[in-house]
């Protein structure tokens, strides 16, 4: 069973970073894409960046030139590095992987990122 593990959330001010980390293990997989995505209390998840296994990425336009997301496939693991931050930033942040042969879709369980002084 594949399993995506999010780290590195927690709390900040304003105009600081954060570094998340998603680990993906067990399976048999091969990443296709890995994403970013959050939920906030009451509101529907979003993207945030995604990026493929040859490496290029997308970003939603909230975090364009703030947030930049990367791939290690050695390490099969995704970060996404969060400069610049907001109070709107605040949410839960999810993993999600797409499987490159059968096109599953898994996801973690999410890390919480507060951004607030």
């Known amino acids: 069973q594949v399993q995506l593990v999010e780290s590195g959330g927690g709390l900040a001010q304003p105009g600081g970073s954060l570094h998340l980390s998603c680990l993906a293990s067990?399976?048999?997989?091969?990443?296709?894409?890995m994403s970013w995505y959050r939920q906030d209390a009451g509101e529907q998840r979003e993207l945030v960046a995604s990026i493929t296994r040859r490496g290029s990425p997308t970003y939603a336009d909230s975090v364009t030139g703030r947030f930049t997301i990367s791939l290690d496939l050695s390490r099969v693991t995704v970060y996404l590095q969060m400069d610049n931050l907001k109070p709107e930033d605040t949410a839960v942040y999810y993993c999600?992987?797409?499987?490159?042969?059968?096109?599953?879709?898994?996801w973690g369980r999410g890390t919480q990122v507060t951004v607030s002084s």
């Open positions: 067990g399976g048999d997989f091969t990443i296709a894409t």
């Open positions: 999600k992987l797409v499987d490159l042969l059968n096109g599953n879709i898994y």
